[in-house]
């Protein structure tokens, strides 16, 4: 009896999160305020690489002119596009796809794979192959209104059905999950996204960087309250005041462990000797300055 029962077979997907740049989140904004004003959404390419873990990693992207697989220049723009970005960074490989929201989208719908994401899902998964799975990323174009970064990445996994245990299986479409997704930034890129969330640009222009010491001096400042604040948190919570966190602790512990042991003569010189160093590069960096304004003026005179 029991080989007259049907059953639902479900792979389960390879990838299981995903971690994004932020070079990528400023491509597909970019992209969505480019768009005309006639397109409701805008799709591209994801680059980047899969670890030994499974887990992705979305580094770089490029627009495609149309949200329709079936247009006639969609598939001849994404070969050029993946041919040249190959030659430029072999490392970096297609590993999905990314679409905005629309205008009119609800709360509900953001957060949901439409049934027009699917045709352009099995595009970038044709184009991918087996060698690693094909993410997708949705994320909400309107931030104007948005309190938060709306991202979200999904897979999609094979559907199929099976009349009995050696009856042939049916596919009946694919099924979409949602993965983790993590912001990762490299230390230029979290300089600059620090930059750009931490200053407004008025009237007068945006916030300049700084000089060198300026940034040194503000990072010192910055290093100073941290510690001032994990001494206060700590003082609370042995005194009774607020309850402790083990993955605090850890992290405390782990951070003054990372501390390498010197004494404070040590330390002074070593800090004098980095603070020389950055001196002479500003320094070096003055006089080039210098030497190129000169030159200008003498070949326009």
Known sequence: MSADVGFLQLLTPNATSCSLHPLVMFEVLDHYTRRNAEDGRVVGALLGSVNSDGSLVLKNSFPLPHDDPSHQDFAVFFNTMSELHHRVNPR??????????????????????????????????????????CVLLRVDGNIQSATKMGVSAFVSSPMSLRAGVQAPEVSLGKCFSRIQCNIRAYEAERIGVDFITQNTIGQGGGEVLGTDLEKLESAVMKLIMMIESSIEHVDHVIAGEAKGDTRVGRCLGEAVSSVPEMTPGEFEASMSKGLQDLLMVHYLGAITQSQICFMQRLQSM
């Open 92 to 133: 970096e490989h297609v590993v999905g796809w990314y679409t905005t929201t629309k205008a009119g989208d609800s709360d509900a719908a953001k957060e949901e794979v439409g049934e027009e994401d699917v045709a352009c899902h099995a595009f970038f998964e044709d184009k991918i192959g087996d060698k690693y799975p």
